[in-house]
Antibody, heavy 123, light 113 residues
C-alpha cells in the first residue's frame, strides 16, 4: 500500500525557517517524480514545487523561488521541503504527493497524497 | 500561467440526480504530439487530502466509481457525477499539468439538496 506521511510542520515566526519531510512507503521512491502542494486555511490548492527522480530538475511556483528548496533522499525513501524566509502567506497545510505514471516527466497528475502537515507563520 | 476557472462555485443536487462541474483553462492543455489533455480532477472531503478521480481529462483512476466521468478537450472540460450519492459531498478541483506552474481551479463545492 502506498503511503506518504508528512512531518515537520509547526508554528514559526515570520522570517524563520522550517524543514518538512515526507516519508514514502509501499513503492520505489526513486522511480517517481514527487511534489509539494499547499492549502491555506479555507482556501484552494496551490502547487508549490516538484522534483524529478534523480534531482536533475526542480520546479517552483514563483512565490517561493529563492526561499524554498525541494530535495529528496531515495535511499531514505524521503522527500523534503526546506522553507526559509517564511511569510504569513505561507501559512497552509502542506501535502506531499506522487506524480502518476512513474516516468520522468514533471507534467503529470498526482495519484497519491499524504495527510498533510500544518505550517503556521505568525508572531 | 494557465488560469483554471471552475463553475459553479457550489451546487446542491438531490440524491440520485446528476451533478455537472465545468472547468475552463485560459489556454489549451491538449498536447498535440500525443493527443492527450493534461487535465485532472480531484475530490477533497472535509479534513482529508485530495483524491485523484480522473486524469488525462477522461481516464478514471483505479477504484473510482463509474458514476464519475470526465470529458472535454482543449480548454473546456466537465466532471459529471451521474447519480449523486451522500458520500460524494466534497469539494472538486480541476488541475492542469500541461505547463509549469501547475495550476488548480478554485474548487466547486457539491452538497445534497
Amino acid at each position: 500500500e502506498v503511503q506518504l506521511v508528512e512531518s515537520g510542520g509547526g508554528l514559526v515566526q515570520p522570517g524563520g525557517s522550517l524543514r518538512l519531510s515526507c516519508a514514502a512507503s509501499g513503492f520505489t521512491l526513486s522511480s517517481y517524480c514527487m511534489t509539494w502542494v499547499r492549502q491555506a486555511p479555507g482556501k484552494g490548492l496551490e502547487w508549490v514545487a516538484s522534483i524529478k527522480q534523480d534531482e536533475s530538475e526542480r520546479y517552483y511556483v514563483d512565490s517561493v523561488k529563492g526561499r524554498f528548496t525541494i530535495s529528496r533522499d531515495n535511499a531514505e525513501n524521503s522527500l523534503y521541503l526546506q522553507m526559509n524566509s517564511l511569510r504569513a502567506e505561507d501559512t497552509a497545510v502542506y501535502y506531499c504527493a506522487r506524480l502518476g505514471t512513474g516516468d520522468d516527466s514533471a507534467y503529470r497528475h498526482f495519484d497519491y497524497w499524504g495527510q498533510g502537515t500544518l505550517v503556521t507563520v505568525s508572531s | 500561467d494557465i488560469v483554471m476557472t471552475q463553475s459553479p462555485d457550489s451546487l446542491a443536487v438531490s440524491l440520485g440526480e446528476r451533478a455537472t462541474i465545468n472547468c475552463k483553462s485560459s489556454q489549451s492543455v491538449l498536447y498535440n504530439s500525443n493527443k492527450k489533455n493534461y487535465l485532472g480532477w480531484y475530490q477533497q472531503k472535509p479534513g482529508q487530502p485530495p483524491k485523484l478521480l480522473i486524469y488525462w481529462a477522461s481516464t478514471r483512476e483505479s477504484g473510482v466509481p463509474d458514476r464519475f466521468s470526465g470529458s472535454g478537450s482543449g480548454t473546456d472540460f466537465t466532471l459529471t457525477i451521474s447519480s449523486l450519492q451522500a458520500e460524494d459531498v466534497a469539494v472538486y478541483y480541476c488541475q492542469q499539468y500541461y505547463s509549469i506552474p501547475l495550476t488548480f481551479g478554485g474548487g466547486t463545492k457539491v452538497e445534497i439538496k
